[in-house]
């Protein structure tokens, strides 16, 4: 079969390699793909956004899947396009991505439904959020209602800190018209555990637990990014966490999507917050995250075109979801000056000593061809490299003797991703 994957990023690189193992495909196409994606997959020179023209090489090419990856086009409707055309594709429609694409309709959600999250206040006015933060118990979390790159959330020790937020995010617009309306969150503290779920609008399949490092810096310090490195299983997601999320929170949300006339079909991505309290979710994404697609679907062993067109056909329950028991860990390797400011357009060397090796991978997120032929940087996000072991700390250890074989100038990374796991 042919199979079109939507996106350019390290997750859609993850998906390509994963669609590449499946005996059922012979042909991949990616648009508009990167430097990395083009060594599995065909390039197809069209963006993400340009739903009729993704459909119209879909029906042209005679596409059996197509696969989307970002979060853009899922909240933009990109699946009911294809669907209109008769055309399989793989991902939610436009009205159950909402759940990712506005905080404040997942948050109305969980509390009608009883799906343990955070106390919070909806604003669409600043003045009226400035009146609520005046009396708010501090430190507290503004969001951005709708996409934001993973960035629009702001934690504020101190009133004032609250107040410029509003400004920041309402007024000043600094993450676009995602601010149009704000979430207003009570702070949450815990361990912070990803858990990604193939869903058929009735069944729900969780793959491996994962954990992000969202900060730009070590020790968690710096601004919030789309992600900084990542490592699969957390340790802290036990059997007894996990029942009780299967109970309360992953089928209820199912459930909650389908009662309320916005059946779900994909990937379902939890956020969750191990409280002293028992674990709450955090934000949920309508698609693969981005590191954790990295490390988890480098741990997935059952065909993947076999999950995905389960999810489509609602057969999702005849399926058995298996994963390797060796863990997983990726150091991104980023542009110094993410996620502000920074230069590209630099040639990495070393990407050929990952060839031909099944433990240690590079997925690229930005990168592209220059007119030389070169692989450079096209990102602020550079590569993911990631590494298979026995153990958490031995893959932590091949990731970043990994990291070391790659280099490009303005060259940076986190050096502490998974180090707290070394203690335990």
């Not at 390509?16 to 020179?45: D, F, H, M, Q, T």
């Not at 951005?144 to 101190?158: F, H, P, S, Y």
């Not at 459930?255 to 917050?273: S, T």
Request: negative net charge; glycine residues 10%.
């Amino acid at each position: 079969m042919k199979v079109l994957i939507i996106g350019s990023g390290g997750r859609e690189h993850a998906i390509a390699l994963s669609v590449k193992k499946s005996k059922r495909v012979s042909k991949i196409y990616a648009a508009p793909g990167n430097a990395g994606i083009a060594s599995v997959a065909e390039i197809v020179n069209i963006g993400v956004m340009e739903f009729e023209a993704l459909a119209d090489f879909a029906e042209k090419e005679k596409i059996d899947l197509t696969i989307v990856g970002p979060d853009d086009p899922l909240v933009g409707g990109i699946v009911d396009v294809f669907e209109a055309r008769g055309l399989r594709v793989f991902g939610p429609r436009k009205n159950a991505a909402i759940l990712e694409g506005s905080k404040a309709f997942s948050k109305d959600l969980m509390k009608k439904y009883g799906i343990p999250t955070a106390a919070y206040e909806n604003f669409d006015d600043p003045k009226k959020a400035e009146e609520y933060l005046m009396h708010a118990d501090m430190p507290i979390v503004l969001k951005a209602d709708g996409l934001a790159l993973g960035k629009g959330v702001l934690i504020c020790n101190t009133r004032e800190e609250a107040l410029a937020g509003v400004k920041e995010i309402m007024e000043d617009k600094k993450f676009g018209s995602a601010g149009n309306k704000m979430v207003v969150e009570e702070f949450m503290t815990g361990r912070e555990v990803s858990v990604l779920s193939f869903v058929d609008g009735n069944t729900i399949k969780t793959m491996a637990s994962a954990q992000d490092h969202k900060r730009a810096k070590d020790n968690d310090e710096g601004l919030n990014t789309g992600g900084m490195g990542n490592f699969s299983p957390s340790p802290f997601y036990t059997k007894e966490i996990e029942e009780f999320c299967q109970k309360n929170i992953f089928q209820k949300t199912v459930d909650a999507m389908k009662a309320e006339g916005r059946e779900f079909k994909g990937v379902i991505f939890f956020g969750l917050m191990l409280t002293e309290k028992g674990p709450k979710v955090l934000e949920f994404n309508a698609r693969f995250g981005d590191p954790e697609a990295q490390v988890v679907l480098t741990r997935m062993k059952t065909d993947i075109i076999d999950v995905m067109e389960a999810c489509i056909d609602g057969t999702l329950d005849k399926l058995q979801l298996d994963f390797m028991d060796q863990a997983a860990v990726c150091v991104i390797l980023a542009s110094d000056g993410y996620p502000l400011s920074y230069e590209k357009g630099f040639e990495i060397t070393g990407l050929d000593r990952f060839d031909g090796r099944d433990d240690y991978f590079c997925f690229h997120a930005g990168t592209k061809f220059n007119d030389a032929g070169k692989i450079v940087t096209n990102g602020g996000r550079v590569l993911g490299v990631t590494a298979l072991g026995n153990t958490l700390k031995e893959a932590r250890a091949k990731a970043y003797e990994a990291t070391e074989w790659v280099d490009f100038k303005n060259k940076y990374m986190r050096t502490d991703i998974a180090k707290s796991i070394e203690m335990l």
